[in-house]
C-alpha cells in the first residue's frame, strides 16, 4: 500500500509521510481544519527507484558532489531530476494514486513535496522542495514525479550538506490535497519571530492566494495579537491592487482588484483573533511555536501547512530576581519510558475540560534503578486539586462526565489486559491513545478524595472508582510492551526506554541511534515531553529556575509517617525497590517501599508489617494492608534512605511511628 489519507496518518509517520504529511495527518486527527487529502508514501518512491534501477545511480552522482564547488552540486542535480522525470511510473502506483484521487472528489490539488528528514525543530525545507497548485487528474503523475525530483534540486542538495543530514537517509513523500480557492490567505507565526516576545503571535494577509505573499510580489496586511490577554497589538494594513486567483485552466493568473476592496483590511478584528486562537491551538497540540500557512474560503479558515519555527534564539529566563518554582516528588514507579510519555501528553491534550493544563512536569530516572521519581510544581499541583475540587459544586454533573470518560476508555482496554492479543502497530497505537484518554479522568478520580474543595459526595464516588485506578495503572504497560516485542522483534531488548516515535514511525533504528537509546538505561529527565540526559539535570534546573524539595533526612533512630492499618510488632526490614526484588522476600521481615502495587501482594501476605515512603490513606498499601490486617505506616517520605536491610526495627502503626532498635554496620 502506497496511500494514505490524512486521518490514517499522525506525527510519529515522518518516516513514511514526510513532515508536511505528519503535519497535515497530526492535525486533521486533532480537529484542526485541515482540507481533505492523501499522502503517496516515502515507501512509492523508494519502489520507482527500485523498478527503474535507479536507486544505484542516484546514489553514485550524489557522492561525487563537494558542496562546497557549487557546479558539483548543479551538475548532480541535473543528471538526477531527468533521470527521474525521464523514467516511467510503476502502473501498480500510478493506479493507486488516481484511485485515491478520485475520492477526493474535487476537480483540484496541490501536490506538495515532503521530505522524511524535513521540518524538525532545527531545521525546515520550507522553500527547498517544490509544489504544484491546481493540479488535475491528467498531469498528477507528471506533477508527482516532479516532486519526487525536487529532493535533488540545487539548494535542496546544497541544504542537506548545510543541515549536516546529507549522511542519512532521506527519502520523500508526496502530499496531495483538495485545492481551497482562497479569498484570502496568508502565514503566521505563533511566537512573533522579530521581536521573539512569546505572548505575541504575528498573521499575514493578503486578498487572493498566498503564493503571492511568499513570492513576495505583494506587501500583506501585518496583525500583531497579544495571546493573554486576547487582543490586536497592532495593525498595519497595506493596499492591494492586484491578487493571484485561479484561471479557467488549471493555472494561476492575476487578477485587478476593485480599489474600494483592496483598500480594505483584509481580516475583521474578529476573524483576526478566531485565526490566532487557532494557530495557538496548534501550538499547543504539537508543544513548540510554529510557522503556519492558512487560506480562508466561505468565511472557513484552513490550514494547509505547519512547521516548528527554527529561527528562534533559545529562550531565556532571568533566574536572580524571582522566586524559585518549587517541585516535589509526588511518587516515583518502576515503568518504561513510555508510560512516562503517556502521562505527560494527558496532562497536556487529553484534559478536555476535566482540570487545566499542568504547565510543568518533571520524570527523573537516575539509572541506579527502573524506578522514575515524578516531580509537580507544588503551587500547581495543589491550585489544580483545589480547583478540580470546586468543579463537582459548580457542575453537579462533573464527576458524571469524568465517570463515562474513565469507563469508557478503560473498557476499550481491559480485554487487551484480560488476554487479547494486539496485532499490528495501528492497533498498539489506538492502545496508547485510549491509554491517553483513560489517564486524564483517572487523575481527576485520583486527586478528588484529597481535595480540601471538592464535595463529599464526590470524594465517595471517586473513591470507589479509584480501585480500579489502583489496579489496572500498574498493568496497563504490559500488553503494550508485550505487543510491542512480538510486533517489532528487533527493538525487544529495548522497548523500556523507547519514545512514542520511535515506536511509531516504523523506521529501522539504526547502530548509533540504538546506542542512544540503550544509554537511557543509566537514566534520563523527561521535562515537559523532551528528553535529556541526567547529566544535563543541574543545568535545567539552573536555566528554567526550578528547585526540588527533598526530604530532610531525620537522623535519629524515630521515623514518623501516617497510620494506614493499626497495630504493633517488631521484625527486620527488608528494602524493596523493584519488582524483580520480590521473589526474596522472607516470610516475617519488615517491607520497606516507596509504594506498592498489585505485584507486591505476595510479599505482603509474608510481611509482619509494611511501611512506604509514599501514599495516602486509599492508596494500594494502605488498602491491602487494611484487608490482610496488617499493620501499615505509609508516607514517611525518607524510610528507605534512613533504614538498611537487616536493621531491627519496632513497628507503632497506631501512632504511625517507626523506632529503629539495632542498626546493622
Known amino acids: 500500500m502506497?496511500?494514505?489519507?490524512?486521518?490514517?496518518?499522525?506525527?510519529?509517520d515522518i518516516a513514511m509521510a514526510g513532515g508536511k504529511g505528519a503535519s497535515l495527518g497530526e492535525m486533521t486527527q486533532a480537529g484542526i481544519p485541515v482540507p481533505p487529502g492523501f499522502v503517496i508514501l516515502a515507501s512509492a518512491f523508494e519502489k520507482f527507484l527500485e523498478e527503474t534501477d535507479l536507486g544505484v545511480e542516484v546514489d553514485s552522482i550524489l557522492h561525487s558532489v563537494n558542496h562546497k564547488k557549487i557546479h558539483t552540486v548543479e551538475n548532480a542535480s541535473e543528471k538526477i531530476k531527468a533521470l527521474i522525470l525521464e523514467a516511467k511510473m510503476p502502473s501498480n502506483i500510478?493506479?493507486?494514486?488516481?484511485?485515491?484521487?478520485?475520492?477526493?472528489?474535487?476537480?483540484?490539488?496541490?501536490?506538495?513535496?515532503s521530505a522524511t528528514a524535513e521540518d524538525s525543530k532545527t531545521a525546515a525545507w520550507a522553500g527547498q522542495l517544490e509544489t504544484y497548485l491546481n493540479t488535475t487528474e491528467r498531469n498528477l503523475l507528471e506533477n508527482v514525479k516532479k516532486c519526487w525530483a525536487s529532493?535533488?534540486?540545487?539548494?535542496?542538495?546544497?541544504?542537506?550538506?548545510?543541515?549536516?543530514?546529507?549522511?542519512?537517509?532521506?527519502?520523500?513523500?508526496?502530499?496531495?490535497?483538495?485545492?481551497?480557492?482562497?479569498?484570502?490567505?496568508?502565514?503566521?507565526?505563533?511566537?512573533?519571530?522579530?521581536?521573539?516576545?512569546?505572548?505575541?503571535?504575528?498573521?499575514?494577509?493578503?486578498?487572493?492566494?498566498?503564493?503571492?505573499?511568499?513570492?513576495?510580489?505583494?506587501?500583506?496586511?501585518?496583525?500583531?495579537?497579544?495571546?493573554?490577554?486576547?487582543?490586536i497589538l497592532d495593525k498595519n494594513i497595506n493596499p492591494q491592487s492586484k491578487a493571484i486567483i485561479q484561471g479557467r485552466g488549471a493555472s494561476d493568473i492575476?487578477?485587478?482588484?476593485?480599489?474600494?476592496?483592496?483598500?480594505?483590511?483584509?481580516?475583521?478584528?474578529?476573524?483576526?483573533?478566531?485565526?490566532?486562537?487557532?494557530?495557538?491551538?496548534?501550538?499547543?497540540?504539537?508543544?513548540?511555536?510554529?510557522?503556519?500557512?492558512?487560506?480562508?474560503?466561505?468565511?472557513?479558515?484552513?490550514?494547509?501547512?505547519?512547521?516548528?519555527?527554527?529561527?528562534?534564539?533559545?529562550?531565556?529566563?532571568?533566574?536572580?530576581?524571582?522566586?524559585?518554582?518549587?517541585?516535589?516528588?509526588?511518587?516515583?514507579?518502576?515503568h518504561s519510558l513510555i508510560y512516562f510519555y503517556t502521562w505527560y501528553e494527558a496532562n497536556q491534550k487529553q484534559t478536555r475540560g476535566f482540570f487545566k493544563k499542568v504547565k510543568n512536569l518533571i520524570f527523573i530516572n537516575t539509572g541506579k534503578n527502573r524506578k522514575t521519581a515524578i516531580w509537580y510544581d507544588k503551587d500547581e499541583l495543589n491550585r489544580l486539586y483545589s480547583e478540580t475540587g470546586k468543579k463537582t459544586r459548580k457542575d453537579k454533573r462533573f464527576l458524571e462526565k469524568i465517570k463515562k470518560e474513565y469507563y469508557g476508555s478503560l473498557n476499550k482496554i481491559l480485554p487487551y489486559i484480560n488476554g487479547k492479543k494486539i496485532r499490528s502497530i495501528k492497533e498498539l497505537k489506538d492502545y496508547y491513545n485510549n491509554w491517553i484518554r483513560w489517564w486524564a479522568p483517572m487523575a481527576v478520580i485520583f486527586a478528588l478524595p484529597g481535595s480540601e474543595t471538592a464535595t463529599e459526595e464526590a470524594k465517595v464516588e471517586a473513591l470507589r472508582a479509584r480501585s480500579a485506578s489502583e489496579k489496572y495503572s500498574d498493568l496497563i504497560e504490559k500488553p503494550f510492551l508485550k505487543a510491542l516485542k512480538r510486533l517489532r522483534p528487533s527493538l525487544s531488548k529495548i522497548v523500556y526506554y523507547l519514545k512514542p516515535d520511535e515506536i511509531f514511525s516504523k523506521i529501522v533504528i539504526s547502530k548509533t541511534k540504538m546506542t542512544?537509546?540503550?544509554?537511557?538505561?543509566?537514566?534520563?529527565?523527561?521535562?515537559?515531553?523532551?528528553?535529556?540526559?541526567?547529566e544535563d539535570l543541574d543545568n535545567i534546573l539552573k536555566n528554567n529556575n526550578f528547585d526540588l524539595i527533598m526530604p530532610k533526612i531525620n537522623l535519629s533512630n524515630v521515623i514518623k509517617g501516617n497510620s494506614a492499618s493499626r497495630g504493633h510488632t517488631k521484625g527486620r526490614v527488608k528494602i524493596i525497590f523493584l519488582k524483580k526484588q520480590i521473589s526474596s522476600f522472607k516470610r516475617g521481615q519488615i517491607l520497606v517501599t516507596e509504594m506498592t502495587s498489585p505485584e507486591y501482594i505476595p510479599a505482603m501476605k509474608k510481611a509482619a508489617a509494611i511501611i512506604t515512603d509514599e501514599g495516602g490513606i486509599n492508596s494500594h498499601a494502605a488498602i491491602i494492608s487494611r484487608e490482610l490486617k496488617k499493620p501499615c505506616i505509609i508516607g514517611t517520605k525518607i524510610a528507605t534512605q534512613v533504614l538498611k536491610d537487616g536493621d531491627f526495627v519496632e513497628i507503632d502503626a497506631n501512632m504511625g511511628v517507626v523506632k529503629i532498635l539495632k542498626r546493622v554496620k
Open 516 to 534: 542512544e537509546i540503550k544509554e537511557r538505561e543509566d537514566g534520563y529527565v523527561l521535562l515537559n515531553g523532551k528528553l535529556y540526559s541526567p
Open 2 to 12: 502506497f496511500i494514505k489519507f490524512f486521518e490514517q496518518i499522525s506525527k510519529y
Open 254 to 334: 492575476w487578477k485587478e482588484i476593485p480599489k474600494l476592496q483592496g483598500n480594505k483590511q483584509k481580516l475583521s478584528d474578529k476573524e483576526i483573533i478566531e485565526l490566532a486562537k487557532l494557530i495557538l491551538k496548534i501550538e499547543n497540540h504539537f508543544g513548540f511555536p510554529v510557522d503556519v500557512e492558512w487560506v480562508r474560503e466561505k468565511g472557513k479558515f484552513y490550514i494547509v501547512q505547519s512547521r516548528p519555527i527554527t529561527t528562534l534564539t533559545p529562550e531565556t529566563k532571568e533566574v536572580s530576581t524571582r522566586t524559585k518554582i518549587k517541585f516535589i516528588n509526588k511518587q516515583s514507579r518502576e
Open 94 to 113: 500510478g493506479a493507486e494514486i488516481k484511485k485515491a484521487f478520485k475520492k477526493l472528489n474535487t476537480k483540484f490539488v496541490a501536490v506538495r513535496s
Open 151 to 231: 529532493l535533488f534540486t540545487p539548494r535542496a542538495i546544497f541544504y542537506r550538506f548545510e543541515k549536516n543530514l546529507h549522511k542519512q537517509k532521506i527519502s520523500v513523500a508526496v502530499v496531495v490535497q483538495k485545492m481551497i480557492q482562497s479569498e484570502v490567505s496568508g502565514v503566521a507565526f505563533s511566537v512573533h519571530p522579530v521581536t521573539q516576545d512569546r505572548n505575541q503571535l504575528i498573521i499575514e494577509a493578503v486578498w487572493g492566494l498566498g503564493e503571492a505573499l511568499v513570492g513576495g510580489q505583494i506587501t500583506p496586511d501585518s496583525y500583531v495579537i497579544e495571546k493573554h490577554p486576547w487582543r
